[in-house]
């Protein structure tokens, strides 16, 4: 691989996707995407009895049918990158301890699924993987407790406020794939100063604007090259503000861009406020949904651009800002 | 760099230490280590008005150092490896958003500064990065109130509890410099089945086991093949344990282990129980102590094996286990 620009890594033996899966919940069984997922669960506990061990599930139920659609035993895999919204990351551990791979665990709040495959491309790329494994998770109603309020509460949701995904999406990088993993970015901390825990986009549309601004610059491409660009997920509050960023800087993303949080769900009819959220949301999206659009060659090249919120209750309830990360991936289906 | 064996990663232009520091507080200070400090806090509040904050503080300063020591700018770091305790990881995210390197947050517990150092060593090695950094950091009282429970309740510490380290380590990797980093193996997550989150030791003592006996087989060698073999943190219960499950296995590491948690204090004067903890615990005396021993001709071959407990007060709450992940790292002085 090589350095390209400023902060962009070009894959030359490109990494790529050897089989994904998307798994999900009933609302997101009911959205628009509904019938992009590998599998749904109308009973979101899993017949588990806590939200958090549900969405262990979700990742263990995601990873399980990706090694069987790859036809890969746990054994043939060399490291798992896995990351979630919960404290200390516990659906990942729970969820995945019993496959017995190698793993690194990864926080990059909403941007861990790009996070986790930029690392495990890189990783294959440079011969330390033959194979690895990348995942990640939200689950609504462990979110809601751990960040918001319980849902026993019945809190009333602001406008600005995004419905976080009860989903997980999970990828197995190596090589001779069809879907390639080309370039990739990992972006910095950008904090404009929003402290609005129910308005995450907004937090997080700067790191997107930044990251993408520094990926067009050190490729030397234009939005137009692009059969798509989606962000994960601004929803409808951090879109306006990232073409508001984007604008200042030259670059109209409008003609090719989609946001992963405003895609998930119908937010006519699904009462979700600005759109979805969590880990799970751009991670399902891109294993399910703009994979098989990949597959079906409707979309040859697009660049993937996962955003974070780095926040926790703490921060907030300290009077800290929420400062975004955004990490792009630019995947081909040559 | 090549595999070798069914877990480690050699490498060959080797990535090594260009530069490391170690932050700490009071009672690292008034401990045996204390002169093994670039800095030490007396104030542990480091003048912020919360303790999450202060230890955002340490990581700040330790990267300054290092920087400084190195004399090379955030500019020409390509990648920042960071994680800590805290929910969310806000430590390192508040810490270091303003150097504007590319961040990718990690989540090994106190095992994070060993999983942060084997990515930017991969990263350094694959030509992914010129440079990356590794930091981490941990803070007695922001992990107690997190943790456990808050300092001003004064609840009595269990025999087999640790003393979360108020420390930070971080080191920047690139090619080079003196101590070089030769091997490297990311941890399996172990369980089995403790479930006293005051006794982590035990919690991370198999994971120890199984890393050290998979590098020992991997690279065909013996613990005496190396000057020394540090764990973190295990403790005085996990290090017995650690002996224990080792022994099962033939495996004899007593004449050259010593345990970063049980160096970093002195047990007898420090009132620390069972031993020192925390991510800033292992990362401390590894960027402090045993690179000074290293640069001084004393060590020179060892391996640093820092240990992680994967749990949160939310998954013992709800009677779930305490798993435990260790990653291997063999530094050499050539």
């Known amino acids: 691989m090589k350095r390209l620009g400023k902060y962009t890594l070009e894959f030359h033996r490109p990494p790529s996707l050897l089989a994904q899966a998307a798994v999900g919940g009933k609302k997101e069984a009911e959205g628009p995407l509904g019938k992009d997922f590998d599998q749904t669960f109308q009973d979101t506990t899993l017949q588990e009895d806590s939200w958090e061990k549900a969405e262990a599930q979700l990742q263990k139920e995601a990873v399980s049918l990706v090694l069987g659609k790859a036809g890969v035993r746990p054994q043939q895999v060399d490291y798992l990158f896995a990351g979630d919204l919960l404290n200390q990351c516990i659906s990942s551990t729970f969820g995945l301890m019993d496959f017995g791979i190698p793993f690194l665990g990864q926080y990059g709040a909403c941007s861990t699924m790009a996070q986790t495959l930029l690392l495990a491309a890189i990783l294959v790329e440079s011969g330390a993987a033959r194979r690895a494994l990348a995942v990640t998770s939200s689950h609504f109603c462990a979110a809601e407790r751990q960040f918001r309020l319980p849902l026993e509460y019945g809190g009333q949701r602001s406008p600005t406020a995004q419905w976080t995904a009860t989903a997980a999406g999970c990828a197995l990088v190596g090589l001779g794939g069809t879907v390639q993993i080309r370039r990739g970015l990992a972006g910095k901390i950008q904090d404009l100063g929003v402290k ?12 997107a604007a930044d990251s993408i601004c520094a990926f067009l610059q ?48 119908d937010r006519e009819r699904q009462d979700v406020h600005a759109g979805g959220s969590g880990c799970g949301c751009s991670a399902s999206v891109l294993c399910g949904h703009l994979l098989h659009r990949m597959e079906r060659g409707e979309l040859r090249r697009i660049l993937f651009c996962a955003t974070g919120a780095l926040m926790s209750p703490t921060s907030s309830q ?9 990490h792009i991936l630019e995947l081909v289906q040559p």
Chains 1, 2 share one sequence.
């Open 196 to 207: 609005d825990p129910a308005n995450m986009g907004a937090a997080m549309a700067p790191a």
């Open 218 to 265: 050190d490729t030397n491409t234009r939005p137009e090259d692009y059969d798509g660009i989606f962000t994960g997920d601004l929803g409808l509050v951090g879109t306006r503000l990232l073409y508001q960023c984007l604008e200042d800087n030259g670059v109209d993303l409008q003609p090719v861009h989609q946001d992963c949080g405003l895609l998930l769900y």
């Open 318 to 326: 300290q009077g800290q800002s929420i400062p975004g990360v955004c």
